[in-house]
């Protein structure tokens, strides 16, 4: 058994609490605010702590400070009903045990405390806690309170103040250079500069130019010494976007500097040392193309330090709703508009839509729509026609409904489908539109042999032409529904 602290000022949720535990071994301690909180902590000693950080009089930012100081062990929980993305990271950058948001579920609730109880007795030693808090610029901040999302905010808190490198992942357009900006504004870098580099928009012959610089006559055209990224961004951090399409002459290049802190210039022999933590993202398989040797395992592991997942936007239920909400307000107040609210029906034309380009397109949307309309109120007929319209959705083919043809009459419609989708997506203002195609047809392709094989991942895998390990991979990463699933050896 153990004892549990919960602080509220909310008589609802400390009751709430109480109940969860009332059929429980343990030992309930309710109080309202901070000073009966660290009042509570020195008369029960209690094993783990369930913190509101919305408390009257005393943050709960600054009630864990002191809760710190009386027992630098204890488990805290934090518990939240209007967190934002830098409420989450601050909290688990402080040293929280986690941190849910209000309403609460009860059985999530329940499974934390048992953790935290089982973590607080096998700690021997205390952990000592810096209570310093970095000053970060808040920047744009990243909207979502979606389950998959409160994990992202917990891995920037987590990873922001280590020097380790990161890896983010995730489709084109779920928000991997804002994700980056934030580790480094939570980060002891904060005050350095933050540079990004997109590998796949720079011409390889320019790129080792643009990263390393080059001396006077290096190449046709270098009239004069250029100081490269690597050295520009010396004690802050770089964000290395699209590293999959980093040309492998480049990638030894970028595996020396992260091994030795080092690197010379195009055409120069001064070997100059860099501090530089870097941060690097990818939309695709990185395991698969060191499998297909288009890229060095030695660099994936050494950028593979942690790994952040974002999730796409299809996947973050009431996300996009928060997220309309804030670019109808943000976009509105650009371009002029007073926006007072969304129809129904435009709403649900929103929902419905699957949105393969992410958060990218939905901005592009909204900019667009309010652009083009008028009036305080957005209507159905305001959106883009591949919005409003079942027909020509291209949700269609992200949701593989426009792909599921059985005969060949229907089969050879695929051209028609795919000019859908390329002309949506030119609407939707797409800067990604090679990689987003061909994301559309890999995903065809693998729902077709895996219905030709009733699921039998072995057999698609060898019609294919891939390992079985990599058609699992793409299955998940492109999130296919496969009615039955098959993997015979």
């Excluded at 059985?107 to 205390?126: D, F, H, N």
């Excluded at 350095?192 to 012959?205: D, H, K, M």
Aim: glycine share 8%; proline share 4%.
């Amino acid at each position: 058994m153990g004892t549990i602290l919960v602080v509220d000022d909310d008589r609802a949720i400390r009751h709430l609490m109480t109940q969860a535990f009332a059929d429980s071994d343990h030992t309930i301690v309710a109080v309202e605010d901070a000073e009966s909180a660290l009042q509570a902590i020195q008369d029960h000693r209690p094993d783990v702590v369930h913190l509101d950080i919305e408390l009257p009089e005393m943050s709960g930012f600054e009630a864990f400070s002191k809760i710190r100081a009386l027992d630098p062990k204890l488990p805290v929980i934090y518990i939240t009903g209007g967190g934002t993305s830098d409420t989450a990271i601050q909290a688990m950058k402080q040293g929280a045990f986690d941190y849910l948001l209000k309403p609460l579920d009860l059985r999530t609730v329940c499974e934390l405390t048992e953790r935290a109880i089982q973590m607080r007795r096998l700690m021997s030693v205390p952990v000592s806690m810096d209570d310093a808090v970095v000053p970060v610029d808040q920047g744009d901040q990243i909207v979502g309170r979606s389950p998959q999302m409160q994990e992202v905010f917990k891995a920037i808190g987590r990873v922001a103040p280590q020097r380790v490198t990161v890896l983010i992942r995730g489709e084109s357009g779920t928000g991997k250079e804002l994700i980056a900006r934030a580790i480094y504004q939570h980060s002891d870098r904060a005050d350095g500069p933050f540079l990004a580099v997109n590998c796949a928009a720079i011409p390889e012959q320019l790129l080792e130019s643009e990263l390393f610089g080059h001396e006077k006559g290096a190449f046709t055209g270098a009239d004069r010494q250029r100081i490269g990224k690597f050295e520009q961004c010396n004690g802050g951090t770089l964000f290395l976007d699209e590293i999959g399409d980093m040309p492998a002459t480049l990638q030894s290049k970028i595996l020396r500097l992260l091994q030795q802190r080092e690197f010379q210039r195009v055409g120069g022999n001064e070997t100059i040392q860099t501090d530089v933590r870097i941060i690097a993202a990818t939309n695709r398989d990185l395991e698969q193309m060191v499998a297909g040797g288009e890229f060095r395992e030695d660099l994936l592991y050494r950028l593979n330090g942690y790994t952040i997942e974002l999730p796409p936007l299809r996947e973050r239920g009431d996300d996009l709703i928060l997220l309309i909400q804030h670019f109808l307000a943000r976009i509105g107040a650009e371009v002029g508009r007073t926006v007072e609210g969304i129809a129904p029906d435009a709403l649900q034309a929103l929902k419905s839509y699957s949105w393969p380009g992410n958060i990218r397109e939905l901005e592009a949307v909204i900019r667009r729509t309010l652009l083009q309309s008028a009036g305080p109120i957005v209507a159905a007929h305001d959106l883009p026609e591949f919005i409003r319209s079942p027909d020509s959705r291209a949700s269609a083919v992200r949701d593989n409904s426009v792909f599921q043809a059985t005969d060949e009459d229907e089969q050879s419609s695929l051209p028609t489908d795919l000019r859908h989708f390329v002309h949506s997506r030119l609407d939707a203002g797409t800067s990604d539109l090679y990689a987003e195609t061909l994301e559309v047809m890999e995903r065809y392709l693998l729902t077709e042999v895996l219905s030709r094989t009733e699921g039998n991942q072995s057999e698609a895998a060898r019609i294919l032409g891939i390992t079985r390990g990599s058609l699992r991979n793409k299955i998940r990463s492109l999130g296919i529904k496969i009615a039955t699933t098959v993997d015979a050896d």
